[in-house]
């Protein structure tokens, strides 16, 4: 009779131990897919900046910059990501103030305005390329721009790359 009782609480501890490893592994891969996919979003919408810091850096002209998604979607990065990717996106949107300060162009100079917009578009470009890998699989990012006009390839390859000003530095 004691040897059933004991294999019955060794039964009862040994399947609840079992079933505590897989809510943790359940738990985990629920973390992952929602970091995973809060990467996601937030790589568009730092897509979309860089565009905007591009356009002003080479053209002049000046959009608006968004870290809605950031601001919403920021503990779901912070549990996914390792402190230094989450660092190296963090400051894509730190620089924001700066853009908005050449935006205004108060009294700025020129050489400062442009050195602004020059940092605040590498950050982009390593955060962009940062979320990409971590984001998205192989075949994804392959087919990321299958459904963008020529143009907005173009574009979108120019943002990706340093400027001829940057590279002078």
């Known amino acids: 009779m004691e040897e059933r009782l004991l294999i019955g609480v060794i039964g009862a501890l040994v399947g609840s131990f ?15 897919r929602r970091g995973r996919d809060a990467a996601r979003a937030v790589y568009f919408e730092i897509g979309v900046n860089q565009l905007s810091i591009f356009t ?11 870290r809605a998604t950031f601001d919403r979607l920021l503990p779901e990065l912070a549990t996914w990501l390792p ?10 949107y730190m620089g924001h103030a700066g853009y908005e ?8 100079p020129e050489a400062l305005r442009r050195g ?19 984001a998205f699989s192989r075949r994804e990012i392959e087919t990321l721009h299958a459904h963008a006009t020529i143009e907005q390839q173009r574009l979108m390859r120019a943002a ?4 001829p000003s940057e590279v002078a530095r």
Not at 18 to 32: D, P, S
């Open 101 to 108: 300060q050449a935006r205004a162009g108060a009294g700025i």
């Open 160 to 163: 990706d790359q340093p400027t």
């Open 18 to 32: 079992g079933y505590f490893l897989v809510a943790l592994a359940i738990q985990r891969r629920e973390f992952i």
């Open 116 to 134: 602004q917009l020059r940092i605040l578009a590498e950050t982009h470009r390593t955060a962009v390329e940062l979320l990409r890998r971590r």
């Open 56 to 66: 002003a850096l080479e053209y002049g002209a000046f959009g608006s910059l968004a």
């Open 83 to 92: 402190a230094n990717e989450l660092q190296a996106v963090a400051l894509a």
